[in-house]
């Protein structure tokens, strides 16, 4: 008989390296990753370009108003496997990846209305299952029966740190203490929203990967991931 599809939700803080893992997951059980925070980046890129938010100031009202003329959709990289995310058809993938974007992410995921398209689109996406869908609200709002929840966190300094040399890696002029000034503050502003607050689901299963290798964390989370398909 063939598998029953599950739907595995991962959340956690910012940079606890979310989406390595939940795409290695989802190559070795065949099923699609859906990055969620890449649709909420998507978003901020735009309210950007538009110049809706800046160092002083953000016009949410304004942000409301332009909505419904931003769509959002992932198109697989026939050369990587992985699905890139589109912005009204462009490839945005690699623009909405810098610490720009970082800084003013956050302060977008709070507005409800911009969650709501979000969430619905998301909930349309794992509709069938067969899905890893990685974010901060994915075992609490999106799928609250997910049949296997992961909650993955670490230190605010080791996640600043790989964050740090993924950015370096990608060649942007940004130093450590920008980096680290930003998970911190993200972190906030996630964790305290009032609307659909990062928080850990009651049956999440908690990973700390602060000294575990991307080995053997994939390892632990394979174990888990087919445990829950055979229980499903
Ligand atoms: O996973 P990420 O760092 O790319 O997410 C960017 C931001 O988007 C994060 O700081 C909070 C927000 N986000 C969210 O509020 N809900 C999600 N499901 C995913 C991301």
Redesign the pocket.
Known sequence: MEDKKIIIAIDGH??TG??TVAKQLAKALGYIYI????M??AITLYAMRKAIIGPLHFEKEKLEEVLPEINIRFEVNLKTGIAEVLLNEENVEREIRTLEV?KY??KI?TISSVRKKLVEQQNEMGKDKGVVM?????GTV?FPNAELKLFMTATAKDRAERRYIELKERGEDVSYEDVLKNVVN?DHI?STRKD?PLRKASDAIKIDNSNLTLQDQFEQIVVLAKNAIKNA
């Open positions: 910012s940079s979310k989406s990055d969620t925070g890449a909420y980046r970082s992410v956050s995921a990685d974010g901060r609200d994915i999106v993200r996630d659909s």
